[in-house]
Structures are given as structure tokens and as C-alpha cells.
């Protein structure tokens, strides 16, 4: 949910089917009391951060998350740059959180980008661009998910 006051929308989304429900922490700085609440409605909760907010921000709540969303560029439109900032993060929260914690990346992923952010321990990235841009979205999938897999002699 990139929406202010994410705590009022909760219940309305697990009771329309989200079987997830993950806020940025940049819109509620108190998150443990709707973590708790997702969690309690049995949904999977989780956190998103953007660029320039630090893990610290979220290092305290890790343990209520189910899902941690890595933004690579600030929220708001596709096409953006990707942050190389996001694959420390990831490397960092994969030494962090629980081993099923899914960590997902969001932004700039792209032919690029998307091994790096496997490398790093995405499990789950969103592409837009990379995808859109091209006439043939089902080409453009296969050769983002070829991308995928490790290469012989990668790092």
C-alpha cells in the first residue's frame, strides 16, 4: 500500500482478498501495531522501503514480516533509474531476516539489473518498463527470466 494512513485500509483489503499486505514505512512510522493487525486478519505482512530510507528504519519490526519490498527508485513512476543502493540492501537483509522472509525489488529492473538482483537475494522482482516497452511482452519475459538464472563463473 503506497497510501498515508495505511492502518485505516487494512481490514478492507484482506476482506477483498490480499492474501498479502505490505505498507512503506515511510507512511507510518509506528508500524508493529498494523503488522500485528495484518497478520491477525491472516494475511502475510510485510515492509517496503524506499531509496533513501535506511534498513534501521525497519530493523526493529523484521520479525513481523513475512515480505520485505527493497524499493530501487522513490515511489511514484515507472522508467526511473535503478539504485544500486537497493542490492545492498537486499545482501544485507538476507543476512537478516528469517530464511522464508521472501525479499522482493521494485524499480529499474530490467536485462541490465535483474541478475544482480537475484545475486543479491530477491525472490520476487516487479518489472514494468522492461516489459512494456516492448511489443512482444511474452519475448520480453523470457528473456528477463533466462536472465534469471546464475551464470557459469558469475560472481
Do not use: W
Request: charged content about 20%; overall charge negative.
Amino acid at each position: 500500500l503506497m497510501i498515508a494512513n495505511p492502518q485505516d485500509y487494512v481490514e478492507q483489503f484482506v476482506e477483498a482478498g490480499a492474501d498479502t499486505v505490505m505498507f512503506h514505512i515511510e507512511a507510518n512510522a509506528q508500524p508493529r501495531p498494523i503488522l500485528e493487525k495484518i497478520r491477525s486478519l491472516g494475511a502475510a505482512a510485510g515492509l517496503v522501503l524506499n531509496p533513501a530510507t535506511p534498513l534501521s528504519a525497519i530493523e526493529p519490526h523484521l520479525d513481523l514480516c513475512d515480505q520485505v519490498l527493497v524499493m530501487s527508485v522513490p515511489a511514484g513512476f515507472g522508467g526511473q533509474k535503478f539504485q544500486p543502493v537497493a542490492l545492498e540492501k537486499l545482501r544485507t537483509l538476507r543476512s537478516m531476516v528469517r530464511p522464508e522472509v521472501l525479499l522482493e525489488v521494485d524499480g529499474g529492473v530490467n536485462e541490465s539489473t535483474i541478475q544482480d538482483c537475484v545475486e543479491a537475494g530477491a525472490h520476487l522482482l516487479v518489472a514494468g518498463s522492461a516489459i512494456f516497452k516492448h511489443d512482444d511482452y511474452a519475448a520480453a519475459m523470457r528473456r528477463l527470466t533466462g536472465l534469471m538464472e546464475p551464470q557459469a563463473g558469475a560472481k
